[in-house]
């Protein structure tokens, strides 16, 4: 059973089209949820951890948004090179020690200029 | 800004043999990790390492893996007799607590086996 779900799976937007990507979760006593962006070829780069309801973190043209079970990926006026697959991911729930995480498969974005 | 490096960028190894991928985590951190992704697919946990043993493995880590910090810089992992689906992407990555700070990820090594 998937822990993380992330939707949609693909998105196509024209440029300054504003949306949202949503990650649900099912693992409780979360010990934070982070996102990331994976350009094709490269690793996952860190943009935001999330750890209680109601938190909220911005970077530039994105924000996030957490509440008991999903979390949301707003993003404002995008551009094209904010074109990429969004990745979620929470501690895995063995807990203990240095935890993995479990990662959704990701929602590939496209700005079209 | 520092940063995770992984060598080589692509291996390319007949299927029986050996491979050992390295990486060299941000210098103060003191947890690292090996995530692998099969292509077009989701990016999966292999192993946890910290203070010279591991933490926390999946049950994709099995006997064939291992890893190492054979010195104060580097991070290996180890396939001991590689099989056509270890083909994938294996990524390094860094943090310096288990949760209060993100995991750094490098840009990966591409294993092709053959």
């Known amino acids: 059973e998937d822990q993380v779900t992330q939707s949609p799976e693909a998105l196509r937007l024209q440029e300054g089209e504003s949306s949202s990507l949503n990650c649900s979760y099912t693992v409780s006593g979360l010990r934070g949820l982070f996102w990331y962006r994976q350009d094709p070829g490269k690793g996952p780069e860190f943009l935001f951890t999330l750890y209680s309801a109601g938190e909220e973190k911005e970077k530039e043209r994105l924000k996030a948004t957490l509440t008991k079970k999903e979390s949301f990926l707003h993003i404002t006026a995008p551009k094209p090179e904010d074109s990429a697959t969004y990745l979620c991911a929470v501690h895995n729930p063995s807990g203990g020690g240095a935890d993995g995480l479990t990662f959704g498969k990701g929602t590939h974005l496209i700005i079209q200029p | 800004e520092p940063e995770v490096t992984q060598t080589p960028s692509h291996q390319v190894t007949q299927m029986g043999q050996e491979v050992i991928l390295r990486c060299v985590p941000i210098s103060n951190h003191l947890y690292f990790y090996w995530y692998r992704q099969i292509l077009g697919q989701k990016v999966e946990f292999l192993v946890s390492f910290y203070n010279n043993e591991i933490s926390e493995k999946s049950e994709i880590f099995d006997d064939q893996f291992s890893v190492e910090r054979p010195d104060g810089s580097n991070f290996t992992l180890k396939i001991r007799s590689t099989k056509l689906e270890d083909s994938a992407m294996y990524f390094c990555?860094?943090?310096?607590?288990?949760?209060?700070?993100?995991?750094?990820f490098g840009d990966g090594t591409r294993l092709s086996i053959l």
């Open positions: 990555a860094s943090s310096d607590s288990t949760t209060s700070q993100p995991q750094h």
